[in-house]
């Protein structure tokens, strides 16, 4: 069963610590994405990436930076975490025009 | 960017009954896709339509395509207490940043 696996369920974080959020597939897909949802404002894109070091910013790309050194990890990083990145992260990977295949989603709490 | 936006915002009924959703979008799409979020969980693909289907069945699931109202429609048949869960729809053209919805809260009520 393919897959995308985010390394942490649950995460906290204490306020100016440098977090790292990772995330593998399995499937050799090209593209993979991160994003965060909050109540009310729906999925936001923070970083995505179309190939191995390639990186594009997204909506909401403030606060964050990623990596991306091989095709099946792409890594999220909060350089100084802050409360208001206390939120849902969701990994996400595609190839072509097929959907996307979403990891389980790491809740994150800043304190 | 594309986008999805869900109508309604939520949805509740009995066991046994059909869901409809409904969805438009702005621009104009290679495909529309159609997820389902448990909470607290990840989201799952759930089906595919190309702009050039009308209509595309999966299960119990019914999509439908509108691409001249800019619209899909998503039925559920026969609904179990297991598919209580939003319901997100996107439309992906050749632009990869996708803009999504807040999706349709559906409960099935047993």
């Known amino acids: 069963d393919v897959k995308v696996t985010q390394s942490s369920r649950y995460l906290v974080k204490r306020t100016g610590e440098k977090v790292f959020l990772e995330c593998v597939q399995d499937?050799?897909?090209?593209?993979m994405f991160w994003y965060r949802q909050d109540p009310g404002l729906g999925l936001r894109l923070i970083y995505f990436?179309?190939?191995?070091?390639?990186?594009e910013k997204g909506d909401i790309p403030e606060g964050y930076s990623v990596s991306r050194e091989k095709k099946e990890r792409f890594s999220l990083i909060l350089e100084s975490a802050s409360t208001n990145q206390t939120s849902m992260y969701l990994c996400?990977?595609?190839?072509?025009?097929?959907?996307?295949?979403f990891g389980s989603g790491t809740r994150l709490t800043v304190v | 960017s594309q986008q999805g936006e869900e109508d309604p915002q939520a949805l509740s009924i009995q066991e046994g009954e059909n869901a409809t959703m409904n969805c438009s979008y702005k621009?104009?799409?290679?495909?529309l896709q159609w997820y389902r979020q448990n909470s607290g969980r990840g989201l799952v693909h759930l089906i595919l339509?190309?702009?050039n289907e009308r209509e595309k069945h999966s299960g119990r699931l019914r999509v439908t395509l509108d691409t001249s109202k800019k619209s899909s429609s998503l039925l559920i048949t026969a609904s179990r207490a297991a598919d209580t869960a939003s319901y997100f729809c996107?439309?992906?053209?050749?632009?990869?940043?996708?803009?999504w919805g807040l999706g349709t809260s559906l409960a099935v009520n047993p």
């Open positions: 996107v439309g992906a053209g050749n632009n990869r940043k996708l803009i």
């Open positions: 621009t104009s799409i290679n495909n």
């Open positions: 339509i190309r702009s």
């Open positions: 499937m050799d897909h090209e593209n």
């Open positions: 990436s179309y190939d191995v070091k390639m990186k």
């Open positions: 996400a990977s595609k190839t072509g025009g097929g959907g996307y295949t």
